[in-house]
């Protein structure tokens, strides 16, 4: 089945630096990745598409200058936590959208802890 | 996108059956039926998906009601390793999974 492969599995960096995870399909190509955030003893928050070759869509309320996102193949996606506090420390998810319009699942990474101390 | 109600939590002995409950009132025609679980600090899986007909695989059954109103996850033998949070989402288009809170599934032996 399809694989998305979600590098690192863990971080922890200093308020006021920067920490990036990658977000690979291992086995298929991804036009389509999408990137969540999750809070403890909460559900997924989705914080932005990302498509093959243009910008990413984000949702309302998150910073596009601090949560950079490039896709710039069909199996990589990246999320580029900018100038991080604190308050960003959360579990970063990504996805991956398989299958065509019509026949379509979804794949998801295991996921990266960041820690900002 | 459409709602669903799903209970916070649920318990199960180990070995007996699952049922699992979805409440979507508002579904519409082209809504699919999506279910997702997330065990403790993983990314969530796929589990089952289905649009009218019931539909069986390996890891569950997913009972979808006649008026496509409610749906019931059914894990047949609950293992420990079931314990997760199992979300049910409606899809009529190819983009992002919005997530509810989910039931959190607890399995005792």
């Known amino acids: 089945g399809a694989v998305v492969s979600q590098h690192p599995s863990r971080v922890i960096c200093k308020s006021g630096t920067s920490v990036k995870i990658e977000c690979r399909s291992l086995d298929f190509q991804a036009t389509t990745m999408f990137w969540y955030r999750q809070f403890p003893k909460q559900s997924l928050m989705l914080m932005a598409t990302?498509?093959?070759?243009?910008?990413?869509?984000?949702e309302q309320g998150v910073e596009k200058d601090k949560f950079l996102i490039n896709h710039a193949s069909l199996t990589l996606s990246t999320l580029t936590v900018t100038s991080a506090h604190p308050e960003d420390s959360s579990f970063y998810i990504c996805?991956?959208?398989?299958?065509?319009?019509?026949?379509?699942?979804?794949?998801f990474g295991s996921g990266t802890r960041l820690t900002v101390v | 996108d459409a709602k669903t109600t799903q209970p916070n939590s649920m318990e199960s002995n180990e070995e007996e059956p699952v049922h699992l409950p979805c409440n979507h009132s508002t579904i519409s025609g082209t809504d699919y039926i999506h279910w997702y679980r997330q065990l403790p600090s993983q990314g969530p899986e796929y589990v089952i998906h289905g649009l009218t007909s019931n539909v069986n695989n390996r890891m569950a059954s997913l009972a979808i009601a006649e008026d496509r109103k409610s749906s019931t996850l059914i894990l047949h033998r609950a293992t420990l390793r079931d314990a997760a949070v199992y979300y049910c989402?409606?899809?009529?288009?190819?983009?992002?999974?919005?997530f509810g809170k989910g039931t959190s599934l607890l399995v005792t032996p």
């Open positions: 990302s498509n093959e070759g243009s910008k990413a869509t984000y």
């Open positions: 989402i409606l899809r009529d288009d190819p983009y992002a999974l919005n």
């Open positions: 996805s991956a959208r398989t299958g065509g319009f019509t026949n379509y699942g979804y794949t």
